[in-house]
């Protein structure tokens, strides 16, 4: 019995000559998996403060300078990893890390890269404006028949799947 290699989802190599028809409704990213990476994503930028403000109160004591120093070393730190995460990351790779472990990528609706400034431009505009519409922004992406909400309608970006190759027995014996 030999077997054969189908793709599950657009090869990265083939993702710059994709024509703008192409439609990625079969490789659509379920709500539920984008709701689990944005989680993943605030869970890191939330750890990283909470350290940091524990690291202030047992520094802290009596003292506020050592605290508030720790403190601010936290929100820095959060500040950074939010950009590299959410904006450098996915410009150049096309995912985060809640993205990248939850099998999803971040295209642009030709199937193109997104680049630096359209990730900076869905996650620090798009991520408050569907937050701020009491996040009927975000759901738009659960009810929309392509699955796009609010900041990827702005973004002009779609998620998908980035499933891997996977090998099917061949039957034709």
């Known amino acids: 019995m030999t077997a054969r290699v189908v793709e599950t989802a657009p090869p990265r190599a083939k993702l710059k000559s994709r024509p703008a028809t192409q439609s990625f409704a079969r490789f659509r990213a379920p709500f539920a998996l984008r709701c689990g990476s944005i989680l993943i994503d605030y869970i890191i930028l939330m750890a990283i403060l909470c350290c940091s403000l524990l690291v202030s109160r047992v520094l802290g004591g009596g003292a506020r300078s050592a605290g ?44 193109t890269e997104i680049g630096i400034g359209r990730a900076f431009l ?41 499933a891997p190759a996977v090998a099917v027995p061949d039957r034709r014996v």
């Open 68 to 111: 508030s120093t720790s403190e601010t070393v936290g929100m820095v730190l959060a500040v950074v990893v939010a950009a590299l995460d959410l904006g450098v990351l996915p410009g150049l790779t096309g995912v985060t890390a809640g993205k990248w472990a939850t099998g999803l990528r971040i295209l642009r609706v030709d199937g």
């Open 122 to 162: 869905r996650h620090f505009v798009g991520y408050p404006l569907s937050f701020f519409t009491l996040g009927l922004g975000f759901l738009a992406a659960a009810l929309s028949s392509r699955g796009r909400g609010l900041h990827d309608l702005i973004a002009n970006t779609i998620v998908v799947r980035d």
